[in-house]
């Protein structure tokens, strides 16, 4: 979790948790109740409408090594078997009672093991990327989709599993190629307006597929638009019904200018997306590259989205194991929509001056109700202003 941080000044003393994105080697771990390090890349976080908690999906760590210990040898002593177990890609599970933390770690709620127990015993080891998970009200259940590769990326499919809680245990349930085309960086979007489910993915890294999910949640059912090939997608949608996707260029694990999307469609069908260009404003992203977007309320009422993503390989000298988080809340102008460099934030009152770039960290700046919400969003579709938050799951962030 971001470390707690106290307002010196004449008023009482006020405890405000800062988000403080790792930008650069000597940033600050982000860690659990336990005072481990989060481990949960690639993220896809979700509110349960069953208990209200967030729910943070990820890639666990980096493995070193993962093929220098593969095959699993079944005569391998048993410290060595454990250790492998441990260290092999999976989804982790951290859950918390908002999004500013504190983040209590739940488990290994996906497993090399329960991949292997579906796709053959000597099967794998198996690639485990950006996990989502939603709540598919028609059958009660969780529904887990990530991608599922092979060490080589030649596999190309999505792995689906199911849980009748957000905690699991998840139940492998099958690996696809949904609409039966080669899939490689994937996202889920559940819809706040009506409900239903959208998979976007990069088909075969040549073009980005949306396709509607099946009733069930457990399958699509055949692409609706495409787009040119993106990865790292991120979908999002404002109260007066405007879609927007978050996404970045295909350079490995390297960051690269993102690109946000904004449709001038009223659909998913036919969105029509306009390139609205990088919003950061920084050729590598600050380090970034998107996972998921939140919506949030701050304390206000008042609707903003938060960009959550990987600083995959400047986050510290082991490149991938030392993988950090960017956490930066979306900030729409009249005519653009920015991603500010922030180093320290609230949830509470996302716009304020809350931190310095060096020096002491200061809590909670004068609150700036502006144009940055998304409610004064001058690009919506329609030129509509929008005075509700569009999230319709309900609950604040903090
Ligand atoms: C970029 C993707 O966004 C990541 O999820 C991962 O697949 C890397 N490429 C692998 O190089």
Known sequence: MPPLVLNHSSRPVVEVPLIRSCFRENCVHWTDTQGQRIEAHGAGLLQSPLDHRWYWYGESEKYANLWGS????????????????????????????????????????????????????NSGPWIVERPKVIFCARTSQFVMWFHLDDSEYHFRRVGVATSSGPAGPFRFVHALQPDGLPSLDMSLFHDPGDGVGYFVRSVNNSYMGISRLSADMLNTTGIISTYSVLEGMAIFRLANGTYYMITSHLTGWDPNPLVLLRAA?????????????????????????????????????????????????????????????????????????????????????????NAPSHGRTQGGGARNRSMRHVNTAGLAAGGVRVTEPSNSHGDSCV
């Open 265 to 353: 469609g009223s659909t998913l069908d036919n969105p029509l997306w306009v390139n609205m260009g990088n919003p950061t404003g920084h050729q590598t992203s600050f380090n970034s590259q998107p996972t998921f977007v939140v919506e949030c309320r701050d304390v206000s009422g008042d609707a903003f989205f938060v960009y959550l993503a990987d600083n995959w390989i400047h986050a510290g000298p082991r490149g991938l194991k030392d993988a950090g988080y960017i956490w930066l809340p979306f900030s729409f102008g009249d005519q653009s929509v920015s991603l500010p460099k922030k180093w320290g934030w609230s949830m509470r009152n996302p716009f304020a001056n």
């Open 70 to 121: 593969w095959p699993l040898n079944e005569s391998a002593r048993h410290e060595r078997r454990a250790a492998v177990r441990q260290a092999a890609p999976g989804v982790n599970l951290y859950s918390a009672g908002s999004l500013e933390g504190p983040w209590r770690f739940e488990g290994r709620v996906l497993s090399q093991w329960m991949i292997r127990a579906r796709l053959g015993q």
